[in-house]
């Protein structure tokens, strides 16, 4: 059962222009959303968080919005640049120690 | 710091080898972990430790040992290699205060079983 899903697998972007990648989830107890950012042959390195409580976060060019009555959150990262290349994974927990992940998405910004 | 370290990077096994991939953190963690990935797929939690001397299973823990005699070192062990262990292998670890939990990824090791 895929608790966390991320239904497009890849998502090409002009640079410049606003990257939006989106995540799913069943459980509506989760208390804590993550985004996780992937170089190939590197681990995934932390990128942004967001509460339950909260609708939306913001760090720099990345933005992560939560709407809890569609159980669905997005990752905004605005402009886009080539270095954002990457492969962004969705994370959820309980406010403990797991993350559930969901399958990512493979974003291409094209210069 | 060095973060979260693992060897190896790469690793090919015969059906029925055993192998032990090694992790280490010296960012004095209570909190480590083991997943796979495997192509298309998210990350799947294999084991998890909060603290040397207690481990417990996450989501696919079959075909896998894991002890934490100390608090940087979190070996994960197997026994009898099998194709269906062919994936990538993520060890990370995190200070585990309640919250969202950041977790720090190593480079990962990837296995092939042939």
């Known amino acids: 059962d895929q608790q966390v899903k991320q239904n497009s697998p890849s998502l090409s972007v002009q640079e410049g222009r606003i990257s939006i990648l989106n995540c799913d989830y069943t459980?509506?107890?989760?208390?804590?959303f993550l985004w996780y950012k992937k170089y190939p042959a590197e681990g995934p390195t932390f990128l942004i968080s967001?509460?339950?409580?909260?609708d939306k976060n913001e760090d720099g060019r990345f933005t992560v919005f939560l709407n809890k009555s569609a159980k669905h959150l997005s990752l905004h990262i605005v402009p886009s640049q080539p270095g954002d290349s990457a492969v962004y994974f969705c994370?959820?927990?309980?406010?403990?120690?797991?993350?559930?992940f969901g399958t990512g998405t493979r974003l291409t910004i094209i210069p | 710091n060095a973060g979260v370290t693992q060897t190896p990077k790469f690793r090919i096994l015969k059906i029925g080898q055993s192998m032990t991939l090694q992790c280490a953190q010296d960012?004095?963690?209570?909190?480590m972990y083991w997943y796979r990935q495997d192509p298309g797929m998210g990350l799947k939690l294999i084991y998890y430790?909060?603290?040397?001397?207690?481990?417990d299973k996450g989501e696919v823990p079959n075909g896998y040992n894991v002890s934490r005699s100390t608090t940087e070192d979190f070996p994960l062990r197997l026994e009898l290699a099998a194709p269906s262990q062919t994936s990538v292998y993520f060890c990370?670890?995190?200070?585990?205060?309640?919250?969202?939990?950041?977790?720090?990824f190593g480079p990962g090791t990837r296995l092939t079983v042939l």
């Open positions: 990370a670890s995190s200070t585990g205060v309640p919250s969202y939990n950041e977790q720090f």
């Open positions: 459980n509506s107890m989760f208390d804590y």
């Open positions: 960012m004095n963690h209570n909190y």
């Open positions: 994370a959820a927990n309980f406010g403990n120690e797991k993350l559930t």
């Open positions: 430790s909060v603290g040397a001397g207690i481990t």
């Open positions: 967001i509460s339950s409580i909260k």
